[in-house]
């Protein structure tokens, strides 16, 4: 996330807490941080949650926290990490059952398993991965996930 967009979840956050002073309901401040605050934070997460580091991912993770300390958010909101899975296992589920999806094109070609051992979540052919750069790539990164 870039400068512009952390100057945005702030006046954002401060526009929550503004509609929670002047007496909105509980329930309703907590839907309105999930749809504004976590809808900016999982904007495109599935492009660059491979290549955010630990250190800002904690750092994203502990704006989520302040908000469920604050008041803001539910306490049953799941993690940041799950969020984002989330989001990524939906993409990859698109992308993979609609050959008209932009994306679609990058996906390896399908394999023709003639042995079920173990359930995998896609029917494509894995190929070696070299260079950290194609590891942390969205379709990459949700094709080996489970390897």
Known sequence: M???????????????RILRSQGLCKEAVHRVYSSIIIG?????????????????????????????????CSPETPNLTELAESVDDTLLQRIMHNPYHVLYHLLPERSELVYNIRLRHHDRQLSSISGQLRKRNFIYRMLFKDY
């Open 2 to 16: 870039g400068l512009a967009s952390i100057v945005c979840v702030c006046l954002c956050l401060h526009a929550v």
């Open 40 to 72: 900016k934070l999982l904007y495109a997460v599935s492009s660059w949650w491979g290549f955010a580091s630990a250190a800002d991912r904690q750092r994203l993770q502990a704006l989520l926290q302040r908000g469920i300390r604050s008041g803001l």
